[in-house]
């Protein structure tokens, strides 16, 4: 099979292709950590910083919890759109029952297990102890929503799978606004601080599953046969195992970095906890930003992939990868010019300003580090290859270790080893695409 120039020019009929797939998860992405930054504002306007720090506390773990198991839509999204692109029904709809099973299964275990799971975590997190109490009770209402929220991970892969970019922006700006408006009125209006952040995040994720459920149902209609075939399966459960046993452990790799950051970070005091929440709200809006091209590549891509078409499947890759890098241009100028208006929209506690400002210039050079990683996970996903974003994020990890216990620990060594981990986990990823292209191990 012949390979095209690497940088092959997609046409413009492309250029239009993957950007009408892309603006509807770029606004559904944006849903994700615009709930993160109204809770952080919420939390960051009360009387003391222990509120905020709690809930950063909190949802890092909660992440932790329910990222850990991120392939139920990852994996699901590229053979599906495989299957799609093949025309293949019955495989569409393994690729729908099978995910789906097994996030009802990984959903119950983890409430069984959140007597053991949530002070295990909450003691890691080194927070103090009136922080450590305000996480454990947003933790012990929060994770009842478990099942609905990995399931809703596998709903999201399919239609994203099948080229569908609007169903997981139905899905995701609904659960979101669900759970603002819920934040607002359960902690302004009755006082329920950290509770209230809770409960009203474990009503919005029912409110999710259950439009992802109807949004489903509706493409289903027309397939001819929905047979639940365990001897037919099974290849396809091989597969999943395989595949979504790499981007286990990847996954856990990224979620145990920021658990990391977090920990480090509260170990340094809650003002710098609360400082370095600030920063990372930024770094999570950017990642849900970027990951708006890189899930275009995994539809695009994998669609690409099961119609067999080579060359079109190296300009999709170029024309995301054009987007994702003017998008991350803008983002690094957008922060170094407007932090301090995007610090004030979440905050009024001057000390935790004042730390704030100072750590800056660390992460403004975040987007255009990270966007390469962003968009190659998405075509790796596309291509079925998540063992090169398992190596990627390992190599990552391990350089961000290797900074900071070899320096004298300080926040901005801790900032500096996050970017650490950002650049080698890019230039991994490049030497990845560069070899599988070499091999054409995408057919």
């Not at 299964?105 to 102890?129: D, K, N, R």
């Not at 580090?369 to 990627?392: C, E, P, R």
């Amino acid at each position: 099979m012949s390979r095209p120039s690497l940088l092959i020019a997609p046409t413009k009929s492309q250029l239009q292709s993957i950007w009408l797939l892309a603006w509807p998860l770029m606004l559904s992405n944006l849903s994700v950590p615009l709930l993160g930054l109204v809770d952080t504002a919420i939390m960051g306007h009360l009387s003391h910083a222990r509120y905020l720090a709690a809930v950063t506390v909190g949802s890092t773990i909660i992440s932790f919890a329910y990222w850990a198991f991120g392939f139920l839509r990852m994996g699901t999204v590229g053979l599906t759109a495989q299957a799609y692109g093949a025309q293949d029904e019955p495989r569409q709809w393994q690729m729908l029952y099978l995910p789906g099973l097994l996030g009802a299964l990984i959903g119950t275990l983890i409430i069984a297990l959140s007597p053991v799971f949530i002070p295990t975590a909450v003691s890691y997190m080194q927070a103090a102890e009136e922080v450590n109490l305000l996480a454990t009770t947003y933790l012990s209402i929060r994770i009842f929503s478990a099942p609905a929220v990995l399931m809703t991970y596998v709903a999201i892969g399919w239609l994203l799978g099948r080229q569908d970019s609007h169903g997981p922006l139905l899905i995701l700006v609904l659960t979101n606004i669900s759970n603002i408006v819920l934040n607002l009125i359960l902690v302004l209006g009755y006082k329920l601080q950290v509770a209230g952040v809770a409960w009203g995040s474990l009503m919005a994720d029912y409110i999710g599953f259950a439009v992802a459920a109807w949004l489903v149902w509706r493409q289903l209609r027309p397939f001819a046969k929905l047979n639940i075939s365990w001897h037919q399966s099974q290849v396809i459960i091989g597969r999943l195992l395989g595949l979504n046993g790499y981007l286990f452990v990847r996954t856990l790799i990224l979620l145990l970095v920021f658990a990391f950051i977090t920990a480090q970070s509260a170990s340094m005091g809650t003002q710098v906890l609360a400082a370095n929440t600030l920063l990372l709200q930024y770094i999570t809006l950017l990642a849900y930003f970027l990951d708006g091209f890189a899930h275009a590549a995994e539809a695009s891509c994998g669609e690409k992939i099961g119609r067999r078409q080579v060359t079109a499947f190296y300009q999709s890759v170029n024309a995301t990868g054009l987007f994702s890098l003017l998008l991350a241009i803008v983002a690094c100028l957008g922060f170094y010019w407007l932090h301090e208006l995007f610090f004030a929209l979440l905050t009024n506690l001057p000390e935790v300003l004042t730390l704030a400002k100072t750590y800056v210039i660390w992460v403004v050079w975040v987007p255009i580090i990270s966007v390469w990683s962003y968009l190659l996970d998405g075509v790796f996903i596309a291509g079925a290859q998540s063992k090169a974003m398992l190596h990627s994020a390992w190599c990552g990890a391990l350089a961000m270790l290797l900074i900071w216990y070899t320096g004298e620990p300080n926040n901005d060594l801790l900032w500096l080893a996050l970017l650490g981990f950002f650049l080698l986990r890019a230039i991994v990823a490049i030497g990845f695409y560069l070899y599988l292209r070499q091999r054409q191990a995408w057919w």
